[in-house]
């Protein structure tokens, strides 16, 4: 059913995600000092207070969405568990490429004005995927334990 706790863990999981077009996953300073931030959607510079787009991502935009919506597409499969934990696995393992994606894109970012990627330089939204993992683990207990229900109940049958 819809009300069941994993479809709350789920749609936290797409909200945290989607949280990434909100927070930058990198703050640096560049040569000519001025601040920068890399957001899924792009490379905005801060230029007299407002953020300016230097570039757009496009790619890292598509690929956010897309899974931001794979948990919400998994809440609508709750009649076929087996095919919600198989979503999850699979979310959970694109969720690693895109982290890693992501870490590549911000160091080749900061080794063209040679600076090392180090906590400094780390933003808020590097730290919402592994939030996003949490939850879809959470998730997959929630599941367990409707199988659980499910088998005891077909017992008492």
């Known amino acids: 059913m819809i009300q069941r706790i994993q479809s709350i863990w789920l749609l936290l999981t797409a909200v945290v995600i989607l949280g990434l077009f909100l927070f930058p996953y990198l703050n640096y300073i560049d ?4 601040g920068k931030q890399l957001y899924v959607t792009g490379a905005y510079t ?3 207070n407002e953020a300016v787009k230097q570039e757009s991502y496009l790619l890292q935009t598509i690929a956010t ?6 948990p919400i597409f998994t809440i609508f499969q709750y009649k076929n568990r087996k095919l919600q934990l198989k979503l999850i696995f699979m979310e959970i ?3 690693c490429l895109f982290a890693v994606w992501l870490f ?5 970012t900061l080794s063209l004005i040679s600076q090392s ?9 590097f730290f919402l995927l592994p939030v996003a993992v949490i939850f879809l683990a959470m998730a997959i ?3 367990r334990k409707d199988e659980k229900l499910i088998k005891s109940a077909d017992r008492l049958r």
């Open 65 to 70: 969405v897309v899974l931001g919506f794979i």
């Open 31 to 34: 040569l000519v000092g001025l």
């Open 46 to 48: 801060a230029v007299n």
């Open 141 to 143: 207990g929630g599941i």
């Open 93 to 95: 393992v694109l969720i």
């Open 117 to 125: 990627f180090g906590a400094a330089n780390i933003g808020v939204g």
């Open 104 to 108: 590549i894109s911000a160091s080749n």
